[in-house]
């Protein structure tokens, strides 16, 4: 999306911020870096200022402040962390940024039933740092530390999908405010359910378009026995990708599994002052018991040895692990520190585990023949590939290149019957691939289902899809 055709943002209604301000008192901001904090993003889009900030603590302070925008036709976009990189959180119509950060308590954890009940604002760092000491954990690895309602609301997944799956699966209800003011529940604490719509999964990955989230009710996990991590390089890409594929094929139940290509492992090792061999590179995480650990790491090291791996490099210990893959998380920032001045540009896309190792090998002989600094990052172990650019911010022509190098990466994952986007979502940036990808009959009826739920069009509205 072109975010400079868009219309100038309409101000708030004449004294609309009062009414703000008599309801909300401090929690309602709007000094202009306090709106610049909450109409910036990561990504390259352009920063888009709300007419205001508030900073809601409770339920109640989103049913009054979803009333107070109803009433007087002002937009309203929720808030979290703003990590996510498809401009999500802009607010593309002014209005107000509902920042549910204060709302970041764990109200209760249900250890026999291996569940937690908390508010939208918690991190998901500080949620695990909560349950330490009750053998339990939330494994959902975005790499950012993004706010547990944000990571519902996009549809969150990461490094650990591979083996406990999706927000999608962690989530097992939720509180949301409606459009209307209403709060609704949309699922108790009971594992599975065959009680009419599946509104859970509605609001999951809606982004913010149909409804707030409040509370969410999320599945744990136990901690494993044992974990240990380890990283190998490659002669090529193609024999990594191949050891992933052959891995499940086997059986290997593997808790994380990441690629990064030879231009990243170069940009990691500069940026997070490690000594990796600067080739391709997979990352493992293996979870279970100390017998399966050990049976899990024979089974990829020979898998890995047929392909052309190396020697495998072991972090057994936390504070190892802990440091490799922070390395991984930050591979948006080192990608980007490559080149001076520049800022991220970043797609994602996801395709069937068959068609992995040819999509990422033409996608990388692509980008090779463009100057744009360029790296691959991929939670190989789902079929899922980030390409990160660091471009030029001042140039129109290197953003038309990436632009068009985009367009190229996603056709090629469409033509492999793969997704637009593996877990970046759509916001701004994907709307017209999701066209492409499902047809303009099925974006019709998620139009009729935002129509319905949000006849105002007043939540986050410009959005996944145009109206």
């Known amino acids: 999306m072109d975010l400079s055709r868009l219309p100038a943002v309409p101000p708030l209604p004449s004294g609309f911020s009062g009414l703000l301000r008599a309801r909300f008192g401090e929690a309602c901001q709007t000094s202009e870096a306090i709106r610049t904090q909450h109409g910036a993003s990561e990504s390259h889009f352009p920063t888009v200022l709300p007419g205001a900030v508030v900073f809601a603590a409770s339920t109640q302070d989103v049913v009054d402040c979803v009333n107070l925008c109803r009433e007087h036709g002002v937009a309203i976009v929720p808030f979290g962390a703003g990590t996510s990189l498809e401009g999500h959180t802009l607010p593309l119509s002014g209005g107000v940024s509902l920042d549910l950060s204060r709302m970041d308590a764990v109200v209760a954890v249900n250890h026999a039933d291996f569940d937690c009940v908390i508010q939208p604002g918690i991190r998901r760092e500080a949620l695990n740092a909560h349950l330490r000491d009750t053998g339990l954990f939330f494994p959902i690895d975005p790499g950012a530390n993004a706010t547990i309602g944000g990571m519902a609301a996009t549809r969150a997944s990461g490094t650990n999908a591979v083996r406990y799956g999706t927000m999608r699966e962690a989530v097992l209800g939720l509180e949301v405010v409606t459009a209307q003011g209403k709060v609704i529940r949309t699922g108790k604490r009971a594992k599975k359910s065959a009680n009419g719509y599946d509104l859970t999964r509605l609001y999951v990955g809606s982004e913010g378009t149909l409804g ?72 493992f995480e293996f979870h279970g018991s100390p017998a399966g650990v050990t049976e899990q790491v024979e089974t990829i090291r020979a898998l890995a ?29 080192a990608s980007i520190a490559v080149r001076a001045g520049a800022i991220g540009w970043t797609t994602d896309v ?88 499902l047809g303009e009959d099925a974006v019709d009826v998620m139009r009729t289902l935002k129509r319905a739920l949000d006849p105002d069009g007043l939540f986050n509205p410009g959005k996944i899809f145009s109206m």
């Open 350 to 437: 996801c395709v069937p585990m068959s068609r992995l190792a040819e999509c990422i090998t033409q996608t990388r002989a692509e980008l090779d023949r463009s100057a744009i600094p360029t790296t691959i990052v991929g939670h190989v172990g789902d079929g899922n590939f980030h390409v990160l650019f660091a471009i030029d911010p001042d140039s129109p022509a290197e953003l038309a290149e990436v632009e068009a190098l985009n367009a190229s990466i996603v056709e090629r994952a469409l033509a492999a019957d793969g997704t637009c986007s593996g877990e970046h979502g759509i916001g701004l940036g994907k709307q017209e691939w999701l066209i492409a990808e």
């Open 212 to 283: 707030i989230i409040t509370e969410i009710t999320l599945r744990l996990h136990p901690m494993p026995e044992a974990i240990m991590a380890a990283c190998c390089a490659f002669e090529t890409l193609e024999g990594a990708v191949d050891t992933v594929v052959q891995a499940f094929h086997c059986g290997v139940p593997m808790a994380r599994i990441e690629l990064l290509d030879t231009a990243l492992v170069r940009a990691v090792n500069r940026w997070s002052k490690l000594e990796m061999p600067e080739a391709p590179t997979l990352m």
């Open 305 to 333: 040895a047929a392909n052309g791996g190396g020697e495998f490099v072991w972090a057994e210990k936390t504070e190892d692990r802990t440091r490799l893959w922070r390395a991984r998380h930050e591979a948006y920032y």
